[in-house]
């Protein structure tokens, strides 16, 4: 199992004129541990239970676009990116971007969103779930068809038209960046998983409701016709103890999951200052993970 890091949070004890040089740390530690995943979350403002609003937030794929620029190897995305926070043909030119200028180390992440007091604040509309989940399917044949150089006319949806989904240049990734879909639903969520991702994301829960909501998702893979050993598997570990760098703990933790099929654990911890946290906690946590194989 391969270890990923989840950057969440940006209150860096010196403040904003610090996590620049922070990011570009916690890019180099990352590597340098052999971590193999490394996100920033996608929002406007802060979670509340990470601190709030008032807290401070960066804007994602401008981030990630940073991080690509201070490393080399670990795969870069957002965890996830809500569905209604950008047109989607803008979405699928900002993933191409970060794909093209990172050479091929794009994931996109996305989800139905759900963060209603951020849509609210900056004036987004945030419509009925139903419609979210629908405007999400029609996002990802966007971004599918707008990465097939063969198919570049017009898109005709319920809640997107375009005239052209020309790409230029298309994504260094072949056939095009991975799609990651974030959350557990199992009528919708892990259904779009089946029909269009490449990878799912879920949490650390349980392993015996991972191993369902992975059922689940294998019945849906044979309802669409899709092999089901083709998606890349990962959850988002919701343990402290990797934030209280309890390495016993998490190993113990982990090693539940190791026969479901995980390929990746991402960490999620809650530091403002994660570089130092990657070379003590990350980095041995990749060798313990890597004994359970």
């Given amino acids: 199992m391969r270890v ?3 950057i969440n949070r940006f209150d860096h004890p010196a403040g904003g004129p610090a996590l620049g040089a922070e990011l570009a740390a ?3 530690a990352a590597e340098a541990a052999g971590v193999s995943w490394l996100s920033v979350m996608d929002h406007y403002f802060q979670m509340e239970f990470n601190g709030g609003a008032e807290d ?19 795969r870069l995305g957002a965890l996830v990116t809500g569905v209604t926070y950008r047109h989607p043909g803008l979405l699928a030119k900002i993933a191409t971007t970060l794909d093209v200028l990172s050479g091929g180390r794009a994931t996109l992440g996305i989800g139905a969103a759900w963060y209603d007091r951020e849509h609210e604040g900056l004036g987004v509309p945030f419509p009925p ?9 029609e996002t990802l044949r966007i971004c599918l068809q707008m990465w097939d150089p063969a198919t570049n006319g017009p898109f005709e949806g319920t809640y997107y038209r375009l005239a052209e989904t020309l790409c230029v240049p298309a994504p260094v990734s072949s056939p095009h960046p991975e799609i990651m879909i974030g959350g557990s639903g199992e009528k919708k969520t892990l259904r779009l998983v089946a029909r269009h991702g490449d990878a799912c994301n879920l949490f650390t829960t349980s392993p015996e409701e991972v191993a369902h909501k992975l059922d689940v998702l294998r019945g849906h893979c044979d309802t669409e016709g899709r092999d089901y050993d083709e998606i890349r ?23 539940r999951y190791t026969k479901l099929g995980i390929d990746t654990v991402i960490l999620g911890p809650r530091l403002g200052a994660p570089a130092q946290w990657i070379e003590q906690f990350a980095a041995p946590a990749v060798q313990r993970l890597s004994e359970l194989d």
């Fill in 4 to 6: 990923g890091v989840h």
């Fill in 233 to 255: 598997k990962t959850v988002l570990y919701a343990g402290e103890s990797a934030s209280e760098g309890d390495l016993d703990t998490f190993t113990r933790d982990i090693a």
């Fill in 56 to 74: 401070p937030m960066l804007e994602a794929y401008t981030t990630l676009g940073f991080l690509a620029a201070h490393t080399e190897t670990v």
């Fill in 26 to 28: 916690a890019g180099r």
């Fill in 129 to 137: 779930v139903a419609e979210r989940f629908e405007r999400l399917e």
